[in-house]
């Protein structure tokens, strides 16, 4: 069956000339920024055991993973997320370093989504793990470097939203509901469906839970969500986390980020290994996430070390749509067409790399004829071409 030899998988794509070099660009700026900042590169494999990602209950659906049997009938799955295999990794090789490590990753993560809806299965990833620190610092260092990543790629025009899972948590787990009811209403505050959430709530007895739950969704902004949920909550433990939240704002704040920052409580993602902040990074103009993380304190845990972790990922193809969006991205153009005339092909190869010495983008003629060369060359749109004999004559078109 050939049927399907000239076309890419559902979900995938082919990336040609300015999407692949900037993608390329990307990669490499993140990195440097990474580096930069005591982060030190780490690369897992592109199949894991199905164990590494259901060793948290509900953290991603099996169903959105591509699966596969090794040759001793063991089930494997394409990796569907950097995270949990870093957090094994740490558990086993690196279970001797002292704390905190600094690590970073630039690899591929496959997932299965649902047709028609436009988006990629697999997507190339590049981001941070703090890993063995459970305090403020850690978290500050986190964002301010996922925000100076992202001023590193160019980009001025972004939004970084910010939120704390624990307060949806402490919320939802006063409610005296089934686990499926909790999850729909996670799913709708997550999707800021406004009505269908408060038909789901209204069923419910009127509490204090119940109350900050139906406009959890529009708890979006600056200073005044704070102000906001502390009018309405008297639960020590939420007004503490909330305290958190507003400390780091604050913070953020003081280093002059004030402007890039927005509160938003609705951030309830369904990872569910996240434990404290979590945080999401928007292109002004593009409307899909190109970056998000968050705190998850109890991963490890699950692998045997109790380290707490904090860190993020850089979606780098949707970075390369947005900044193609917003920017004209050219590759670099052909400058000069080098044609040899006859038993002057090594001269001409050797013109060819002192104008690379010089910068200069040249292309090396494989046409028989100078008249084919100067045809490539318009049809091309280089204007000029280098003829190479006993000299190097120069014609400008």
Known sequence: MEKNKLVTPE??????????????????????????????????????????FTTIENSIPVEQMYKLVDPKGRLMVLRPDSTMPIARLCATRLKQEYVPLR????????????????????????GIELIGVSNKKADIEVL???????????????????????????????????????????????????????????????????????ILPRLFGGQEVFEKVESMVKDPSILELLQYLKELYQSLAMLGLKEKITVDLG????????????????VEGYGEEILSGGRYDSLLQEF????????????????????????????????VLVYSEPEYQMAALEHVESLADQG??????????????????????????????????????
């Open 11 to 52: 979900g995938t794509k082919d990336y040609l000339f300015e999407e692949a070099v900037l993608r390329k660009k990307i990669e490499t700026k993140l990195r440097d920024a990474f580096e930069l900042r005591g982060y030190h590169e780490v690369v897992t494999p592109g199949l894991e055991f199905m164990d590494v």
């Open 103 to 126: 690590l970073y990753y630039n690899q591929a993560v496959f997932s299965v989504n649902q047709s028609l809806r436009g988006r990629s299965d697999e997507i190339m990833q590049t």
């Open 144 to 214: 301010v470097t996922a925000m100076k990543a992202l001023q590193n790629l160019g980009i001025d025009r972004f939004r970084m939203e910010i939120g704390h899972i624990g307060i949806f948590n402490s919320l939802i787990s006063g409610l005296k509901v089934s686990p499926e009811e909790k999850e729909s209403i996670r799913f709708l505050i997550q999707s800021k469906n406004y009505p269908a959430l408060q038909d789901v709530l209204n069923g419910l007895p009127y509490s204090e839970e119940v109350a900050v739950l139906k």
């Open 267 to 282: 951030i309830v993602n369904r990872t569910d290994y996240y434990t404290g902040i979590v945080f999401k990074g928007y």
């Open 304 to 335: 045997g070390k109790d380290w707490g972790a904090v860190g993020f990922g850089v979606n780098v193809d949707s970075a390369v749509n947005a900044l193609l969006s917003a920017k004209d991205h050219k590759l670099r153009p052909i400058s």
């Open 360 to 397: 200069i983008v040249s292309e090396y003629s494989l046409a028989d004829t100078q008249e084919e060369a100067v045809f490539y060359a318009g049809e091309k749109g280089i204007t000029r071409i280098d003829l190479v004999g006993e000299t190097v004559k120069i014609i400008n078109r």
